[in-house]
């Protein structure tokens, strides 16, 4: 069973249209590249961005087929960063299968990235609608920008929440961002409304990020689905809970010659956890994660549409339990 509908029971028929839409496509390649799709687009990720857009879309006159090639749209991008990220992060795992950097090399996998990107634009343009295009044209540039600034602060201790919210708004809101107001622009909503929906997915963007930084680092393990521990330390990525640890001049000291190595040994990386696990960091990221869903949540009951409404709540729901 697709992951995605225990999470989304409710979007049944839309995700399995979306999963056949998607299968479809990658049968139409061959070699290398379908081989290269198969392992990522097709390996089961947990589907959030398009859900968000579905749900986001449950506006008057709901139209799912119409609706395909954007949903499809958005979950080809999200993998092609995925790709991408996991080339720069040095990932040996993704959706619990090797990734494609490891299967083959960089430069396929960069191709394989970069063709899931091109194609995004290409399914999108089928709507005739430029604010379509624009808006996912956005996200990706601020997905692009949120990368490389993680990766100019890579290794780098001194790093301050400032910066780290700004990082994870760009390389991760943004496309929950877009895929919210596409379900609202394509269900012809208010102005008002896909502004709601925009910063309904700005909010569950940040806080999924901060949630993706504490999967990391090992806590509530059940829900990292096929991802690595202890990579954010292993690269030298410095996450919101190492930004609160490093607070603590206690373990800043007794970290002090690990963190910002180069070969970090597993046993150093496990020495890491356990220490941020000594500190209150989690404890405080966890309470910011809260504050981030609060707020999506408060935004809910200015949205139109009950369907809608109901849909956005049980997103919210999922990530509180
Ligand atoms: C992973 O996203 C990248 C982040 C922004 C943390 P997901 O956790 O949604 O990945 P999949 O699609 O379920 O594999
Ligand atoms: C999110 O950051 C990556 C993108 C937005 C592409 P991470 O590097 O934390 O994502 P994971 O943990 O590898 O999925
Ligand atoms: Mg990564
Ligand atoms: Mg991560």
């Keep these: 069973m697709l992951h995605a509908l225990k999470i989304f029971g409710f979007l049944k028929k839309d995700l399995q249209a979306l999963e056949q839409y998607l299968e479809k496509f990658v049968d139409s390649k061959e070699g290398i590249l379908k081989k290269g799709m198969e392992g990522t687009?097709?390996?089961?990720?947990?589907?959030?961005?398009?859900?968000?857009?579905?749900?986001?879309?449950?506006?008057?006159?709901y139209d799912r087929q119409y609706l395909l090639p954007a949903a499809a749209a958005i979950e080809i991008i999200h993998t092609a960063s995925?790709?991408?990220?996991?080339?720069?992060?040095?990932?040996?795992?993704?959706?619990?299968?090797?990734?494609?950097?490891?299967?083959?090399?960089?430069?396929?996998?960069?191709?394989?990235?970069?063709?899931?990107?091109?194609?995004?634009?290409?399914?999108?343009?089928?709507?005739n609608r430029?604010?379509?295009?624009?808006?996912?044209?956005?996200?990706?540039?601020?997905?692009?920008?949120?990368?490389?600034?993680?990766?100019?602060?890579?290794?780098?201790?001194?790093?301050?929440?400032?910066?780290?919210?700004?990082?994870?708004?760009?390389?991760?809101?943004?496309?929950?961002?877009?895929?919210?107001?596409l379900g609202g622009i394509l269900s012809?909503?208010?102005q008002e409304d896909i502004q709601s929906l925009r910063r309904f997915g700005q909010l569950l963007g940040t806080a999924f990020q901060i949630n993706d930084d504490?999967?990391?680092?090992?806590?509530?393990?059940?829900?990292?689905?096929?991802?690595?521990?202890?990579?954010?330390?292993?690269?030298?990525?410095?996450?919101?809970?190492?930004?609160y640890a490093l607070r603590d001049p206690w373990f800043r000291k007794s970290v002090h010659r690990l963190l910002g190595n180069t070969d970090m040994s597993e046993e150093n990386i496990g020495l890491i956890l356990d220490l941020v696990g000594r500190t209150d960091a989690v404890e405080t990221t966890k309470k910011e994660f809260a504050q981030y869903l609060d707020q999506a949540h408060?935004?809910?009951?200015?949205?139109?549409?009950k369907k809608r409404r109901g849909g956005l709540l049980s997103v919210l729901d999922y990530f509180q339990s």
């Design 298 to 305: 408060q935004l809910v009951g200015k949205i139109n549409g």
């Design 188 to 190: 012809d909503s208010s």
């Design 214 to 243: 504490l999967l990391d680092i090992g806590i509530n393990r059940k829900k990292n689905l096929g991802k690595p521990i202890g990579n954010d330390i292993r690269q030298g990525n410095v996450t919101l809970p190492i930004i």
């Design 130 to 181: 430029p604010c379509i295009l624009k808006e996912m044209a956005s996200a990706a540039e601020f997905l692009v920008k949120g990368e490389f600034d993680q990766l100019k602060k890579h290794k780098k201790r001194n790093q301050d929440e400032d910066y780290y919210f700004q990082m994870i708004n760009e390389k991760t809101s943004s496309l929950f961002k877009a895929s919210c107001a």
């Design 82 to 127: 995925l790709i991408h990220d996991d080339i720069i992060d040095r990932s040996e795992l993704r959706r619990g299968q090797k990734t494609i950097h490891k299967i083959y090399d960089n430069d396929t996998a960069k191709y394989i990235g970069n063709y899931l990107f091109t194609h995004t634009f290409f399914l999108l343009n089928r709507y």
């Design 41 to 61: 687009l097709l390996a089961g990720g947990k589907r959030i961005r398009s859900a968000l857009f579905f749900i986001s879309a449950r506006n008057q006159n």
